[in-house]
């Protein structure tokens, strides 16, 4: 082995020594320090060099106190963004996880969409009156299944928050999705063509709805 | 599994489902690395602060998406990368804090007088510090914040072997700096 060849192999290293100290080196990199470490004499002592790199670092970096005060600032600022934390035993299981799901953006919370869905649905059935009732698993399928629909897609920045409460607003339910694309079938509590019309456009002029497609219309065919 | 043998994975599964009790527990585990890593990055306590405090909430609004392919604590760290660059280039004026200053050697001394006023673990530490801030920061990362090549690499978003060069430059800086100031260590 030439004198440079040897030097480019020490240099390599010297490279890898921080990375064998801090535990992370793997593979052929790991085999070839060990391999040095156990043949070269002068390995020792460039590993006691590293670990002096490695304590003066850990000296400089630990000279830096963060605020005592860090975690309650924290806190408070989580409070800030989603709300004080509720206590459990004031509020339902269902209204737990819907406001876990809220404060979670419309881009990321699709899957969390279903499962909540699911809640819903075997907790209230809405009709087009917008009443809520008691009822029947399988009957409720029934309905629902009959009800006039629109599967819109919302904007991933559409907060759930306000999508919730345009929804609330309307008399619309979610009573399916979201697909894979991310589309929900939205309940439209329309009597006739010309009501479903007016909602499907109401919905489609919302900044919220990326896309609106006709579904299933009132029986009178407007 | 207590809270104390949790997986930092697991905790952010569990902020995912809004669990403040798991984010208050990664904040415990990891503010204060986050926070000297930005420190150390900017030069200001106080960007540190406002900086380690964002990348937590940003940990509880993008916990739902963490797909685990890197460590949490790679990923936080690229999160106040990302952050503390972001404020840097707000700021436009290349602003230094009292405290940063303080850190900066001071010129009256020449670097072999200051050396012989302090050991050679002082010396290794100036030389650290006075390194330039992209040798500087794999130094931190790999000897303080215990990434491996690849992470350092994810947190900088660098090639792995850009991480190796700036290793090698840095380290050979050291051996300079101490050998000038009478510590030959053999290398380079």
Same mark, same amino acid.
């Given at each position: 082995?030439?004198?440079?060849?040897?030097?480019?192999?020490?240099?390599?290293?010297?490279?890898?020594?921080?990375?064998?100290?801090?535990?992370?080196?793997?593979?052929?990199?790991?085999?070839?320090?060990?391999?040095?470490?156990?043949?070269?004499?002068?390995?020792?002592?460039?590993?006691?060099?590293?670990?002096?790199?490695?304590?003066?670092?850990?000296?400089a970096?630990?000279?830096i106190?963060?605020?005592?005060?860090?975690?309650?600032?924290?806190a408070?600022?989580?409070?800030?963004?989603?709300?004080?934390?509720?206590?459990?035993?004031?509020?339902?299981?269902?209204?737990?996880?819907w406001?876990?799901?809220?404060?979670?953006?419309?881009?990321? %919370?699709?899957?969390?969409?279903?499962?909540?869905?699911?809640?819903v649905?075997?907790?209230?059935?809405?009709?087009?009156?917008?009443?809520?009732?008691?009822?029947?698993?399988?009957? %409720?399928?029934?309905?629902?299944?009959?009800?006039?629909?629109?599967?819109?897609?919302?904007?991933?920045?559409?907060?759930?928050?306000?999508?919730?409460?345009?929804?609330?607003?309307?008399?619309l339910?979610?009573?399916?999705?979201?697909?894979?694309?991310?589309?929900?079938?939205l309940?439209?509590?329309?009597?006739?063509?010309?009501?479903?019309?007016?909602?499907?456009?109401?919905? %489609?002029?919302?900044?919220?709805?990326?896309?609106?497609i006709?579904g299933?219309?009132?029986?009178?065919?407007? | 599994?207590?809270?104390?043998?949790?997986?930092?994975?697991?905790l952010?599964?569990?902020?995912?489902?809004?669990?403040?009790?798991?984010?208050?527990?990664?904040?415990?585990?990891h503010?204060?690395?986050?926070?000297?890593?930005?420190a150390?990055?900017?030069?200001?306590?106080?960007?540190?602060?406002?900086?380690a405090?964002?990348?937590?909430?940003e940990?509880?609004?993008?916990?739902?998406?963490?797909?685990?392919r $890197?460590?949490? $604590?790679?990923?936080?760290?690229?999160?106040?990368?990302?952050?503390?660059? $972001?404020?840097?280039?707000k700021?436009?004026?290349?602003?230094?804090?009292?405290?940063?200053?303080?850190?900066?050697?001071?010129s009256?001394d020449?670097?072999?007088?200051?050396?012989?006023?302090?050991?050679?673990?002082?010396a290794?530490?100036?030389?650290?510090d006075?390194?330039?801030q992209?040798?500087?920061?794999?130094?931190?990362?790999a000897?303080?914040?215990?990434? $491996?090549?690849?992470?350092i690499?994810?947190?900088l978003?660098?090639?792995?072997?850009?991480?190796?060069?700036?290793?090698?430059?840095?380290?050979?800086?050291?051996?300079?700096?101490?050998?000038?100031?009478?510590?030959?260590?053999?290398?380079?």
């Amino acid at each position: 082995m030439s004198a440079a060849e040897k030097m480019s192999r020490r240099d390599e290293m010297e490279t890898l020594l921080p990375f064998y100290l801090n535990g992370s080196l793997e593979g052929s990199d790991l085999e070839a320090i060990e391999e040095w470490l156990a043949s070269d004499p002068a390995a020792l002592a460039a590993l006691g060099e590293a670990e002096a790199e490695f304590s003066s670092t850990a000296a400089a970096n630990e000279t830096i106190r963060p605020p005592a005060d860090a975690l309650s600032r924290f806190a408070r600022a989580l409070d800030a963004e989603v709300g004080p934390a509720r206590k459990p035993a004031g509020s339902s299981w269902l209204a737990q996880a819907w406001g876990r799901f809220m404060a979670v953006p419309a881009g990321v %919370a699709w899957a969390a969409a279903a499962a909540l869905l699911a809640l819903v649905m075997v907790q209230s059935l809405v009709q087009p009156g917008g009443q809520s009732h008691d009822f029947e698993i399988a009957g %409720a399928q029934d309905d629902l299944a009959k009800m006039p629909f629109a599967l819109v897609k919302f904007k991933p920045e559409a907060k759930m928050a306000d999508i919730a409460g345009f929804l609330d607003a309307n008399k619309l339910k979610i009573i399916g999705g979201p697909t894979a694309d991310g589309v929900f079938r939205l309940a439209i509590p329309a009597t006739t063509a010309a009501d479903y019309e007016r909602l499907r456009g109401l919905i %489609a002029a919302q900044p919220l709805a990326e896309t609106v497609i006709e579904g299933r219309k009132p029986a009178d065919g407007g | 599994m207590t809270a104390a043998t949790e997986t930092d994975r697991a905790l952010v599964d569990r902020v995912a489902k809004g669990d403040r009790a798991a984010v208050r527990l990664l904040f415990m585990r990891h503010h204060a690395r986050i926070y000297r890593f930005v420190a150390r990055q900017t030069g200001s306590e106080m960007m540190a602060d406002d900086i380690a405090n964002e990348v937590f909430l940003e940990l509880w609004r993008q916990a739902p998406g963490f797909e685990g392919r $890197s460590e949490v $604590s790679t990923w936080l760290l690229g999160i106040a990368r990302f952050k503390a660059l $972001s404020l840097l280039r707000k700021k436009k004026e290349d602003w230094i804090d009292d405290e940063a200053a303080a850190a900066v050697p001071d010129s009256a001394d020449t670097p072999e007088v200051a050396t012989m006023k302090e050991d050679k673990g002082a010396a290794l530490r100036r030389f650290i510090d006075a390194l330039p801030q992209e040798h500087r920061i794999v130094i931190d990362l790999a000897y303080y914040q215990g990434q $491996s090549v690849t992470e350092i690499g994810e947190v900088l978003d660098i090639p792995v072997a850009t991480v190796k060069t700036r290793m090698f430059y840095a380290r050979k800086k050291l051996g300079e700096a101490l050998k000038a100031a009478g510590y030959d260590r053999g290398w380079p």
